[in-house]
């Protein structure tokens, strides 16, 4: 009689142990990973329409704001700076003016005001899996694209009214988007890995947001200060995103490469130092978030 025992079958594919993954939290100035953010661009597009998603899901005009708060504050500012303070903007009507400056600012604005707090909204999701942090001040901040796509259209719509077409120098607007969008990427990376430890920054950034406005050539012509303090507007990254979205779409005045070039340099350096103190910090988010 064989006692001998039968080798055992083997287990099926669908029993296989899956492969071991080691994650390692980033060292301290570790560069950005780009390969784990590239693998992350789905949740980044996720987390991106998500935002979109909540935030006119229950407006009673639902996307309508995107065109709305532009139209207002547009506006507003041209009846104070416009019919009664009669701030003079050559080659342009005043509302057409403002308008184009407000639509890369308000992009600004929103996405760095969403984006200092996405951190800390986003406490769940960071304490219980591991993806690259990166990705929600990232998404927060491409969350506000479509609103300045939508109200980009409006204003060729009012240039319409106006008698105005938009200019050949419309080709060069994806670049000074995209320097806004370098602009507030820069900003959101500091307030958001602050605002995990400083809940101060969830008051304070609205606030330094509403002056830096009256401090970007937004509603008014940066003639209107005295020509040796000019250079001043080269240290606010967004002086140029405005004033070249502004001579791109309209093609008033004349190119602000000068002004782009030196919002440029200060940007890269700001979202530098940004993703060197973002690197030094994320891997405490989980423990005090």
């Given at each position: 009689m064989n006692t001998t025992a039968p080798p055992p079958r083997p287990l099926p594919a669908a029993h296989a142990v899956p492969p071991l993954r080691d994650i390692t939290p980033p060292k301290r100035f570790s560069p950005v990973r780009a390969g784990e953010l590239w693998r992350a661009r789905e949740l980044l597009y996720f987390l991106a329409q998500r935002d979109v998603k909540v935030r006119y899901k229950q407006a009673f005009i639902g996307i309508a704001w995107a065109v709305l708060q532009p139209v207002l504050m547009m506006v507003i500012f041209a009846v104070f700076l416009g019919a009664l303070a009669h701030v003079h903007t050559p080659g342009l009507p005043y509302a057409v003016f403002a308008f184009a400056g407000l639509i890369p600012w308000l992009f600004f604005a929103n996405g760095v005001g969403s984006a200092a707090d996405?951190?800390?909204?986003?406490?769940?999701?960071?304490?219980?899996?591991?993806?690259p942090r990166l990705v929600i001040p990232l998404a927060s901040v491409s969350s506000w694209l479509l609103d300045m796509v939508i109200a980009t259209l409006v204003l060729i719509a009012m240039m319409a009214v106006y008698g105005l077409a938009p200019a050949r120098t419309?080709?060069?607007?994806?670049?000074?988007?995209a320097l806004a969008v370098l602009s507030a990427l820069a900003v959101s990376l500091w307030l958001s890995a602050l605002n995990v430890a400083y809940r101060d920054i969830h008051y304070a950034a609205?606030?330094?947001?509403?002056?830096?406005?009256?401090?970007?050539?937004?509603?008014?012509?940066?003639?209107?200060?005295?020509?040796?303090?000019?250079?001043?507007?080269?240290?606010?990254?967004?002086?140029?995103?405005?004033?070249?979205?502004?001579?791109?779409?309209?093609g008033a005045g004349s190119a602000p490469w000068s002004a782009a070039g030196a919002s440029l340099a200060i940007a890269g350096a700001v979202l530098i130092l940004g993703l060197r103190y973002f690197r030094k910090v994320e891997q405490f988010f989980a423990d005090v978030i």
């Open positions: 996405s951190l800390v909204s986003n406490a769940n999701l960071i304490s219980k899996v591991y993806f419309v080709v060069f607007l994806p670049v000074f988007m609205p606030f330094f947001i509403q002056i830096a406005l009256f401090l970007t050539p937004v509603t008014f012509p940066p003639t209107l200060l005295p020509l040796r303090y000019r250079w001043l507007f080269g240290l606010n990254p967004m002086s140029g995103a405005v004033e070249g979205f502004r001579w791109a779409i309209t």
